[in-house]
């Protein structure tokens, strides 16, 4: 379509020029050509208007084209980040190469596909032009093209100038993000309101802008004075072009035809180089921006081995996950926060994991939920290294309520039923049992839609409830899965007593059989378990059933003994 609008634009110039020597030939003769001069008109007519109608529908086909690529790398981004290894998270260089990406997410390659386009059909128009103005006079195009030049190459020398700050900002424009946000945010709100941060976190946030803006906006005026030096000399050396036809028509060396398209067609090659001269400048400046998006695609996953076979347990009996000596060490770490451990955590049992705050409880689950792999040792499943299950087979077996579960914006059914999406959607009794299990089957069906109704207050129709009852439903959606091992990483923190109370007692009978491992400080929540470890310091040092550990007088039971005494 560009290859034809430049044609069509093309020869609708060159029918004017006909039209235009036809008419100066009926008046040096003296005598009207009537028929020769209609003839150029309606050809120059019928090319306009063809030239006007394919250029309308370029500019549609334009619009389809960088719309399909904008959305096709948008995806891509987020597909991107969705698979990548938990261990990222760990790392701000990950958050700065996505963070990049995200920012030229979509505007980027939008940009880049319009002013390619744009650019090319400038360029075609050019060489359609330079044709008509190589037949005027072969000098006229290299001085014309000598004129934009400067100009060209000052906005690619401080288009990688911008580029390169901008790679040097990018952590400086994560931290403004980061402190807009707790401005903004509705997780901060209330600390920010109660005690008063809001023209702290400000000032911070101000601070970082003006460093940000600053150096940009000192670059951009170095590049605006070096502009202006070189446009004006480009506006000297075209009006030396005009003075240059001008002349040549005084001298009769070329036709009023030809003076008439030169006049008619210079305003346009001005403005078509400086239009390929700003598009070359925006796809290079663009272009920086979505090779960050191709920096992302590059990130390599973890020297994992990706297993892709299925593992079949061969066992009737049921199963049970082992971790044999295990050490982990967190990237960037000094020491490790796991040393040794040894654990079983059979299928239709519940164990309990103690400790003190750090004592590495939270890691332990992150290696069982295969986020991380262990720096030393073994973790089985059936008598299987974890290692050989594919990912998505592993996660199957297992289920989990973390301390930060996620809040879901969308309906309670999709809520809970988000804790295995292979089940066939939206199974209403599943949902409705697991929700029974968890103790929210009551409030749910006091909300204004039962089970259809939309949590959260990010959208409209939205329903905010306590942090208790979303906790509810995080602990639903773990049981809602088919998995055999479920992990509660202090996983009824936010309930009521009575209602902790009874899940834990009705803890054995909900599970089905399968296998819980239960993280708690409390008391009341660990005097449940069949077998409990006592992690201190990133080591078990105790382990045994509730009344063994009591009897020992160690740890555990200094832990429990003052607690003990405060809930009775
Ligand atoms: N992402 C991380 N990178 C480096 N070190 C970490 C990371 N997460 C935790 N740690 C370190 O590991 C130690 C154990 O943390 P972990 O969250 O496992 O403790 P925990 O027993 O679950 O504590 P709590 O009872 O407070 O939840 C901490 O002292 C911390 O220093």
Redesign the pocket.
């Given at each position: 379509m560009i290859i034809l609008e430049t044609l069509l634009f093309f020869g609708s110039i060159y029918a004017l020029k006909m039209l235009i020597d036809a008419v100066s030939i009926t008046i040096s003769k003296e005598q009207t050509e009537v028929e020769e001069i209609m003839y150029t008109l309606v050809w120059a007519a019928l090319l306009t208007i063809c030239y006007h109608v394919i250029k309308a529908f370029s500019v549609y086909a334009t619009e389809i084209q960088s719309a399909k690529v904008s959305e096709h790398l948008y995806a891509k981004i987020h597909e991107k980040a969705a698979a990548l290894d938990y261990s990222f998270y760990?790392s701000p260089e990950y958050f700065d190469v996505l963070q990049r990406a995200k920012e030229s997410g979509y505007d980027r390659p939008h940009a880049v596909v319009v002013t390619l386009f744009d650019t090319l059909k400038q360029v075609l128009g050019l060489f359609a032009i330079a044709s008509v103005i190589f037949s005027i006079d072969a000098l006229l195009l290299p001085l014309l093209v000598a004129c934009m030049l400067p100009t060209l190459f000052i906005r690619i020398y401080y288009s990688d100038k911008l580029n390169l700050l901008r790679l040097r900002h990018t952590a400086l424009e994560r931290q403004s993000g980061y402190f807009g946000s707790l401005l903004t945010s509705e997780n901060s709100a209330k600390e920010v309101r109660l005690f008063g941060l809001g023209d702290h976190f400000m000032s911070r946030l101000v601070d970082i802008r003006k460093a940000i803006v600053g150096e940009r906006l000192a670059i951009s005026y170095r590049r605006t004075i070096k502009e202006v030096m070189a446009t004006v000399l480009a506006t000297f050396g075209f009006f030396a072009c005009i003075a240059y036809v001008v002349w040549g028509s005084i001298k009769g060396l070329v036709t009023i035809g030809d003076i008439a398209v030169f006049l008619v067609i210079f305003p346009q090659v001005f403005n078509m180089m400086q239009g390929v001269t700003n598009g070359i400048t925006v796809v290079y400046h663009n272009n920086i921006f979505v090779k960050s998006i191709f920096d992302l695609f590059d990130v390599k996953g973890t020297e994992k081995r990706t297993v892709e076979t299925e593992v079949t347990i061969e066992s009737e009996a049921p199963i049970s996950l082992e971790l044999d000596n295990v050490s982990f060490i967190?990237p960037?770490?000094a020491k490790p926060?796991l040393s040794g451990i040894n654990l079983s955590f059979p299928e239709g049992k519940v164990v309990a994991i103690v400790?003190?705050?750090?004592?590495?409880?939270?890691?332990?689950i992150k290696l069982i939920c295969k986020l991380y792999e262990p720096t030393q040792g073994n973790i089985s499943l059936g008598n299987v290294s974890i290692n050989s299950f594919p990912d998505r087979q592993y996660r199957r077996y297992i289920s989990a309520v973390f301390?930060d579960f996620c809040r879901y914006n969308v309906s309670v059914l999709e809520n809970i039923s988000l804790g295995d999406i292979s089940k066939p959607t939206h199974e209403l009794n599943k949902v409705k049992s697991a929700a029974q299990r968890a103790g929210a089957h009551e409030f749910i069906e006091s909300l204004s839609d039962g089970y259809d109704t939309i949590m959260g207050r990010i959208f409209e129709n939205g329903n905010e409830v306590s942090i208790g009852q979303w906790q509810k439903i995080a602990i639903a959606r773990a049981l809602y899965s088919s998995s055999k091992f479920l992990v509660l990483d202090?996983a009824t923190s936010a309930l009521d007593a009575k209602s902790e109370q009874k899940f834990f007692q009705e803890l054995k009978e909900n599970l089905n059989g399968r296998g819980a491992l239960v993280?708690s400080?409390r008391h009341s929540t660990v005097r449940h378990a069949d077998y409990i470890y006592v992690?201190s310091n990133g080591k078990i040092i105790e382990s045994g059933t509730y009344e063994q550990l009591q009897y020992a007088g160690g740890e555990f039971a200094s832990l429990f003994k003052k607690e003990f005494v405060q809930e009775f």
């Open positions: 760990e967190y960037h770490a926060t400790g003190l705050n750090g004592a590495g409880k939270s890691t332990l301390q202090e993280i400080h992690l």
